[in-house]
């Protein structure tokens, strides 16, 4: 008698990473594709609109980038993290803190040359979103406490902490009630490059080849990933698992709140709870589909700023925005299945 | 003579490639307590997960008094009277000792539990009350709490795997005294496995004994057998060492003075006053069943486990309160005997796992050459013939033997000035065995000081030059290898010193 086992294949290559990402696409436009027809719309021509409107023009292009800087920085950071297989689910609160922290060293001092005024405020960007998940990684290193619940509730920690601020001391008298702190001046708006694009995309790009340089070509990265594999085989090969698993986290941090200082200083020119709009959460989506592969965070995270901004454009003819959220969940389920039969093979088993 | 009350007859069971048992017959008289005795991995638990339904046998049969039994499982086993108290407890921490005992629908005391309980308390001196939680006892009780499960569930059969391996002294004796009690007056049928010599002769009156899975002696009663016979049964004779011995020995290379470790909670094993020195071109040999200790010395010896007593010198350098990495620029390697967990880093690539000795040497600071790794890993798998086709792969993917080679070959490619290596072949096959001893053998000629703790005494007896026998943490006996022979190994290795 003969049996059928599941193996598990020696090596899961780039390649088919990508394939599972393809399969679940295709299958997240099928999904969608039904739900336009329930609600009477012609699927093709939704998606061509959305398509048209995402990447169509220069303007729209350079919007959808846009929206893919903070998806890619945060999800960088959520894939530095995983390299010692930990999770970052608070990167919602992180890039929250990162534009707290740059709108509080932007009231509190003053310099005249713009570009170092700006360099410095993303650097307190970085270091506000490895502040935020300070308390979740001294408790990990220090306690052994799940790091996935304790970034997860640092993120409604933060959030409230931008209501109060935003509500209170650092509401804008001239913002008709609307709770918002004041825009910052335009000495400090980030330049732009081409139609809408942000520099920050650029920013973006260099801290892609960063935290893939970081985390396959870095000794700090080796060391990373042997501590990640077993916290006893980096005692045993002389390497501080624990003072690994720190600076992760708050690099991993940091790529987060550099996001919320790039959208501050870019786009939104102002600390309100609409800084981020679940980039954070999106960034785990972002960085489960890729396996946490750099170059990968930052090819899908262009895709999902086009969708983005392709969900919000189809609303104007009366489809709701939520079929882009659809996609890209149903993308994740999608690429996640798909890897199983990637990562798998069905092997015959002789008895005996 | 009585009669049989349970019987296993020519029961074969194997796992993946691995024959755990083969052809093995086993009875029980009623009332009686018998003694399984074998090293560790010669079958004795997998009998016993056979008998009580757990694990299905290949082939045989099972038969209760006189009659054949279809498929056993365990709840068929339950109601036959067969229970089992397992090396790792099955009780549920947080509820409470009368809940435990009274979980299974197996229990029969139900309106007169508190009877019941008392007089089983008093067997067993538990002085605990029946609310008390799991949770609240010691590894002893809960020991008293399990059998007492099987007593509750109406088991008349009752199979112990090793119950003294967690026990002290003292307990040990309360237990002996309590199987006693049960098999006189209840007439309990009681299986005692353990790999101690002492205990078996002194809680049993007839024994069974098994060598790689192969009962080889049936039904010895205890009051007649010999210390001496027992070991050779269970340890089997020893192939003569065609091992050369009469190589250089150099000066002392690493001293172990006066090291002792006091055994807290968190499941490290106790060390006793160890002293011990390994010359250059020498190997000592460190013989002791598995948890008395070896793993502790060889991390204190390596630098892994920080928090001890003692002084340790490599090299006429005192590294006591060096770190990993200082020992190693000695040029110490350590072969760990948790070969995918320590030794190599599970779910990590062969590539990576091949540098973990020397990953420094690929970097230019803050960088990593994977040029310089994989020219690494080429050297390794040339030097030391490992087969794999994927660097990148994961290192689960290598056969054990591969693994153990890559291991052992990033530990020994740098000719290392002292080895210690922990159960260096365990559970290899016979010429993945060999080729390892090879490259032990050659580094010896190198003029390495070698420290070989393992737990094969043929392996000990080849390589060898002198040897120690750990016991309970202390050393307990010392043989140069011309007078070592497995009778006075093996008892020295349970704990008798004549």
């Keep these: 008698m003969n049996n059928y086992i599941l193996s598990k294949k020696t090596v899961v290559n780039d390649l088919a990473t990508f394939y599972s990402f393809l399969i679940g696409l295709i299958i997240a436009i099928c999904i969608g594709s039904v739900i336009l027809l329930i609600q009477d719309q012609n699927p093709i021509s939704v998606f061509s609109l959305m398509l048209k409107l995402s990447v169509g023009s220069i303007n729209s292009l350079s919007s959808s980038l846009n929206k893919a800087i903070p998806l890619i920085l945060a999800g960088l950071g959520i894939s530095i993290m995983n390299s010692v297989k930990l999770w970052n689910i608070g990167a919602e609160g992180q890039i929250f803190l990162g534009a707290i922290a740059v709108n509080l060293i932007y009231i509190n001092i003053e310099i005249y040359n713009s570009s170092l005024f700006i360099l410095i405020l993303l650097i307190s960007g970085f270091v506000g979103g490895s502040i935020c998940i300070l308390l979740p990684a001294i408790t990990k290193v220090v306690f052994g406490v799940n790091e996935i619940i304790t970034t997860l509730l640092t993120n409604y920690i933060i959030i409230g902490l931008t209501i109060y601020l935003v509500n209170g001391p650092w509401k804008d008298p001239k913002s008709l009630n609307f709770p918002a702190a004041a825009y910052v001046g335009e000495e400090v708006y980030l330049p732009t490059i081409f139609g809408r694009l942000s520099s920050g995309f650029l920013i973006c790009i260099l801290f892609t080849i960063g935290a893939y340089y970081l985390k396959e070509k870095s000794v700090f990265g080796y060391e990373m990933r042997i501590a990640g594999g077993s916290a006893m085989t980096a005692i045993y090969a002389g390497i501080n698992a624990r003072q690994k698993a720190f600076f992760a986290m708050l690099i991993g941090g940091g790529f987060a709140g550099l996001a919320g200082a790039i959208e501050l200083l870019s786009q939104t020119h102002r600390v309100s709870i609409g800084i981020s709009q679940g980039f954070g959460y999106t960034a785990i989506i972002v960085a489960a589909i890729t396996g946490m592969r750099p170059i990968g965070i930052f090819l899908v995270g262009c895709l999902f700023g086009a969708l983005t901004i392709g969900g919000a454009v189809i609303q104007t003819i009366g489809v709701s925005s939520y079929i882009a959220e659809i996609i890209q969940a149903t993308t994740l389920i999608g690429a996640l299945v798909s890897q199983f039969f990637f990562t798998y093979q069905i092997k015959e088993v002789k008895d005996g | ?498």
């Design chain 2, 1 to 498: 003579m009585n009669q049989k009350l349970l019987e296993a007859k020519n029961i074969y069971k194997s796992f993946g490639k691995i024959q755990a048992l083969n052809n093995v017959d086993f009875y029980l008289y009623k009332g009686k307590i018998h003694g399984l005795l074998g090293e560790n991995g010669a079958g004795k638990s997998s009998l016993m997960n056979i008998l009580s339904g757990i694990y299905q046998p290949e082939k045989g049969s099972i038969i209760y008094k006189g009659e054949k039994q279809k498929k056993l499982n365990p709840e068929s086993a339950g109601k036959l009277g067969i229970g089992m108290v397992h090396q790792e407890f099955r009780l549920i921490e947080n509820f409470s000792i009368k809940d435990n005992l009274t979980l299974s629908k197996a229990n029969i005391y139900v309106n007169d539990f508190e009877e019941a309980f008392k007089k089983y308390s008093e067997i067993f001196s538990l002085a605990a009350n029946h609310d008390t939680l799991i949770s609240e006892l010691s590894v002893g009780e809960k020991q008293k709490i399990e059998i007492m499960k099987l007593i509750f569930n109406n088991n008349k059969i009752m199979l112990l795997d090793e119950p003294t391996a967690v026990l002290t002294p003292h307990e040990t004796n309360q237990l002996k005294i309590s199987l006693d009690t049960l098999s006189k007056e209840d007439e309990k049928t009681i299986v005692f496995i353990t790999h101690k010599l002492k205990e078996i002769k002194e809680f049993t009156e007839t024994i069974f004994v098994m060598k790689n899975g192969e009962m080889v002696a049936k039904d010895l009663e205890t009051k007649s057998v010999k210390d001496n016979d027992l070991v050779t049964l269970m340890m089997g004779e020893i192939t003569k060492s065609v091992v050369k011995k009469d190589n250089k020995k150099g000066e002392i290379k690493l001293t172990v003075e006066n090291i002792s470790l006091k055994s807290q909670d968190d499941g490290f094993n106790n060390l006793d006053d160890i002293n011990l020195n390994i010359k250059a071109g020498e190997i000592l040999g460190i013989a002791g069943v598995s948890g008395n200790g070896q793993v502790e010395l060889a991390n204190i010896i390596s630098g892994i486990h920080p928090n001890f007593e003692g002084k340790v010198t490599i090299k006429g350098q005192d590294v006591s309160e060096k770190g990993v990495k200082a020992r190693k620029k000695l040029n110490l390697s350590y072969i760990p005997e948790n070969r995918l967990g320590v030794g190599l880093a599970p779910g990590v690539s062969i590539l990576d796992n091949s540098v973990v000795k020397e990953y420094f040497s690929a970097s230019y600071g803050p960088h990593l050459s994977t040029n310089k790794m994989v020219n690494y890993l080429n050297l390794l798998i040339k030097e030391f013939s490992i087969k794999t086709d994927e660097p990148k792969a994961e290192i689960s993917t290598l056969s054990g033997g591969n693994m153990q080679k890559l291991l052992m070959g990033r530990e020994l490619i740098s000719n290392p000035e002292v080895i210690i290596a922990a159960q260096p072949t365990r559970g290899l096959d016979v010429s993945a065995v060999e080729a390892l001893h090879e490259l032990i053998i050659n580094q010896r000629n190198n003029g390495s000081a070698i420290m070989l703790i393992s737990e094969d005494l043929d392996e000990l007896f080849k390589l060898s030059d002198r040897l120690l026998v750990l016991y309970e943490g202390k050393i307990i006996k010392e043989f140069n290898i011309n007078e070592a022979n497995t009778n006075n190994v093996g008892l020295a290795m349970a704990g008798v010193i004549e």
